[in-house]
């Protein structure tokens, strides 16, 4: 089972994350956790790069840099890890290209989704949970962070872009709502994390 989180940064998507690893543990699941870009040398080599405040990289380049990062990732460790029946629980995927590249930077949406494609090898998750809220929001729970580092090279791009970002995972809901489960990430951590437990509860149980 492959399972992505997504949202704007700073939304609560690796606290989540966790909180699902810990359930599924406590029941003897093999759960693999997985950060993207990363999990892998060139990959992690990668997210250095791109989240680099050192250096200004052009559209493309971030679209063809994330998605090498990803491909690799696939190749090496969610491929296998499916065939041997992990779970995988993967902080970041595709969704995020589409949101980010696509609507956050405006790239062409037929070229990104063809990029994508290539890059995921054709692998999706059965379930991506995009914890929704709203700039300000993340904003707040980012300054507030404990140990809370200065802002990476995507995350200071501003209000306007993740205002674009939200509306393209929003567009990406309505596109796939088998999915791409939206969740009102205004609430609490354990509330958020019991109407996660419900949808995951509900797949593990069908055949
Ligand atoms: N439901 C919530 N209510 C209030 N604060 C929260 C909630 N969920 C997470 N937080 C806090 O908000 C901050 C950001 O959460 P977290 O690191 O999980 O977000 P993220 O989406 O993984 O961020 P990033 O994109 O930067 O990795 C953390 O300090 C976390 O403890
Ligand atoms: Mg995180």
């Not at 606290?15 to 992690?44: D, F, K, Y």
């Not at 993340?138 to 306007?160: C, S």
Request: aromatic content about 8%; hydrophobic content about 40%; some cysteine.
């Amino acid at each position: 089972m492959f399972i992505s989180f997504e949202g704007i940064d700073g939304s609560g998507k690796s606290t989540q994350l966790n909180l699902l690893r810990e359930w599924l543990e406590q029941l003897g699941r093999n759960v693999i956790t997985i950060r993207e870009p990363g999990a892998t040398l060139l990959s992690e080599s990668i997210r250095e790069i791109l989240l680099s405040t050192k250096q200004s990289i052009t559209p493309t380049a971030e679209l063809l840099l994330f998605s090498a990062a990803r491909t690799q990732l696939v190749e090496r460790v969610i491929e296998p890890a499916l065939t041997a029946g992990s779970i995988i629980l993967c902080d970041r995927y595709v969704d995020s290209t589409t949101a980010y590249q696509g609507f956050g930077r405006g790239l062409n949406m037929d070229q990104v989704a063809e990029i994508s494609r290539i890059a995921t090898r054709g692998v999706m998750p059965e379930l991506t949970f995009f914890i929704d809220v709203r700039y300000e929001q993340a904003q707040q729970r980012m300054q507030f962070a404990e140990g809370a580092a200065e802002p990476d090279r995507m995350e200071r791009a501003g209000g306007e872009f993740f205002n674009r970002v939200r509306d393209g995972y929003l567009a990406i809901a309505e596109a796939e709502p088998k999915r791409f489960v939206v969740i009102d990430g205004y609430r609490d951590r354990d509330a958020i994390h019991r109407d996660i437990l419900s949808v995951v509860e509900k797949r593990l149980q069908a055949p």
